[in-house]
């Protein structure tokens, strides 16, 4: 169909991480008004893990942040900026999803819709992985993202938050 | 680069879907070995949800299935083949993902080729939604699907169950 919108790799990468970080944000508001509200301290829930081996709920944002990151960067050939996992308070983890919006925002959507053979390495010794961009996005970058996503917001949701699924969709 | 793979809808949802399915499958055997191991009642896994207004195990999978063959049936320009949700037992719950990818893969790959244009309609009544085939797929089915497959996975690692992110992420 000559009328089809054009399917890339750019639409399928930066406004999909965009659309869940808006998300997350908005999570992250009624969260903070939740634990103002009950007189809770925040660290209930910041701190919180589903399991003592898993990581708790500021890990999860901070890491799902970071697969936005680290996604957009490498498919616009470029290197990840390193961000610092400081963060303490609701304000701290807006500022990094803000900061990750913004960075997301200064890619050139050019070089990223030539990404999808682009040559991309992970980690490093033993953890190195080596991808193209479009299975770098696809099967690795995405899973992950949505993985710590989900993940934060089953945190906040098994701890009473009033949020639903329509809160983790959000708006595209 | 003229050595690029070709980035294209077919690739962002079927063998997507299938890494995930497979993930699920694999964890719900491992799931099913604790339950056998520990002498555990399936159903306090199979029924358990991590808040009580929220669907329990069974249904997160059976709803993650489903975002799948609808995606998969919807962008083929097929109509959805309903599947009744009778599932009682983790054997059940592994024919629902087995059906689910031998249905994707009964799909025409290049009728999903050409779907990015494709009107596609969901629900009914007030909650009719219009889409079309690209921003279903990236912006509504994926972020539906992790999130009921995350959540899956979510509930097992609450319970206990030793199963790690490498085991949501899969092979692909």
Known sequence: ?????QFSIYSASVPVFRQ??????????????HVEAKKIDPAALLQYRLYPDMLPFTRQIQIAADFAKGAGARLAGQDV???????????????RIAKTLA?????????IENSAGRAITTGSGEKTKHFDGQTYLLHYAL???YFHAT???DILR????EIGKKDFIGTY
């Open 1 to 5: 169909m000559s009328s089809s919108p």
């Open 20 to 33: 869940i970080l808006n998300s997350l944000s908005a999570i992250l508001a009624k969260a903070e008004a």
């Open 81 to 95: 900026p390193p961000y610092e996992d400081t963060e303490k308070t609701f304000a701290d983890l807006q500022q």
């Open 103 to 111: 960075f997301l925002d200064s890619l050139p959507q050019s070089e």
């Open 143 to 145: 899973p992950h993202f």
């Open 151 to 153: 993940t934060a917001y």
């Open 158 to 161: 098994h701890n009473g938050i």
